[in-house]
Structures are given as C-alpha cells and as structure tokens.
C-alpha cells in the first residue's frame, strides 16, 4: 500500500536525500553490513520487523543513539516503512557526528513486497 504524503514533508525529505548516501534491499542482501535500525513507532515495530534489526524510533533516536553506538564511525543502516523518515533520520545522525550511515531505500514496505523474511511477534 503506497501512501500519499504531504508535499512540505516531501520537500524535506527530498533535500534530506540530497546529503545521505541510499541502499537498496538488493544491496543490502548482496552484502549486508553495519547495524540495522528500525526507525518505525513502536506499533509498526510491533507488528512485523527485519531480520537483526535494533529498534530505535524516530521519537528518540536522536536522544538514544550515542548510549546504544557510541563509537560514530559504526556503519549504521536505518529503515523505515518505506524510505522517508529513514532518510531524515540519516541525515539527522550525519549532523550529530555519525561518519557511515545510510538509509533503506523502499523500507519495511519494499522488504515485503520483495518477499523477503520478517519476523512478527
């Protein structure tokens, strides 16, 4: 299901875009690396998560990630539904210092779509 967003949202997340650096899935399954970060709310998380995946919401991610990696060279790679608020988060933790983060393009959405495993709870 695609959703439809509002265009000031888009507009940031586009200019956000400009400056973080993208995977896609396909990347990621050829060579998976760094920490995987579900940047979803909590209920999304609830309901189905990628594989290794660490659970850090948007929320807090900015008030929680120097206690849970606080070495800033760690290769960091966030997902959200589909790509959007992974994208500012990214871009969020480039300001904060984080030198190797990127960002799922297609999210958990692209993730299942492509038939790939998830776990539920």
Not at 28 to 57: C, K, M, S, T
Request: proline share 3%; aromatic share 10%; charged share 25%.
């Amino acid at each position: 299901m695609s959703k439809q967003h509002n265009p000031g949202f888009l507009a940031v997340v586009n200019d956000a875009k400009k400056r973080v650096k993208e995977i896609s899935i396909a990347q990621y399954q050829q060579q998976p690396f760094g920490v995987l970060i579900d940047v979803r709310e909590d209920n999304e998380w609830a309901h189905g998560r990628l594989p290794n995946a660490v659970h850090i919401g948007r929320g807090v991610l900015e008030r929680d990630i120097e206690s849970k990696f606080p070495d800033k060279t760690t290769t960091l790679v966030l997902y959200c539904g589909g790509g959007f608020r992974s994208a500012l988060a990214a871009d969020m933790l480039q300001v904060m210092g984080y030198q190797d983060v990127y960002s799922l393009d297609g999210g958990y959405r692209g993730w299942v779509d492509a038939g790939l495993a998830v776990v539920k709870e």
